[in-house]
């Protein structure tokens, strides 16, 4: 990478009762999967800020952005965040399964995306 600067670092959601859902979300997948995901997102800290296909933002809901990942057996992962605090705060991820996100993933990130604002 031409610049070792991190121009945006990246930060779990965590909740009240400290969870980090995103941390754990990945914890449960394989190490190809996880190696997959890690590079994409070093690749938004180091590369910010960066478009499709790799990143978009989500017009449907100001402030919400998706990283997107093709995984291994041609899986299709999302990590939704939002920027708070020059961060980028992994809200939610999940397989995608179908061509439209679901309502409620994005519903999941939105909520917590106000928690995040509200600190």
Same mark, same amino acid.
């Given at each position: 990478?031409?610049?070792?600067?991190?121009?945006?670092?990246?930060?779990? &959601?965590?909740?009240?009762? *400290?969870?980090?859902?995103v @941390?754990?979300?990945?914890?449960?997948? !394989?190490?190809?999967?996880? =190696?997959?995901?890690?590079?994409?997102?070093?690749?938004?800290? &180091?590369?910010?800020?960066i *478009?499709?296909?790799?990143? @978009?933002?989500?017009?449907?809901?100001? !402030?919400?952005?998706?990283v =997107?990942?093709?995984?291994?057996?041609?899986?299709?992962?999302?990590?939704?965040?939002?920027?708070?605090?020059?961060?980028?705060?992994?809200?939610?991820?999940?397989?995608?399964?179908?061509?439209?996100?679901?309502?409620?993933?994005?519903?999941?990130?939105?909520?917590?995306?106000?928690?995040?604002?509200?600190?």
């Open positions: 990478m031409p610049d070792n600067q991190k121009r945006v670092p990246v930060a779990f &959601y965590r909740t009240g009762l *400290g969870r980090e859902p @941390r754990e979300w990945l914890k449960e997948l !394989g190490p190809d999967d996880r =190696r997959i995901l890690g590079n994409d997102l070093q690749t938004l800290e &180091y590369g910010w800020p *478009g499709m296909p790799l990143c @978009r933002a989500l017009h449907s809901h100001k !402030g919400l952005w998706e =997107r990942s093709n995984l291994s057996s041609g899986r299709i992962a999302r990590v939704l965040f939002c920027m708070a605090g020059g961060r980028m705060v992994l809200l939610h991820a999940f397989i995608k399964k179908t061509q439209k996100t679901p309502d409620h993933e994005l519903n999941i990130a939105v909520r917590r995306m106000k928690d995040e604002q509200d600190d």
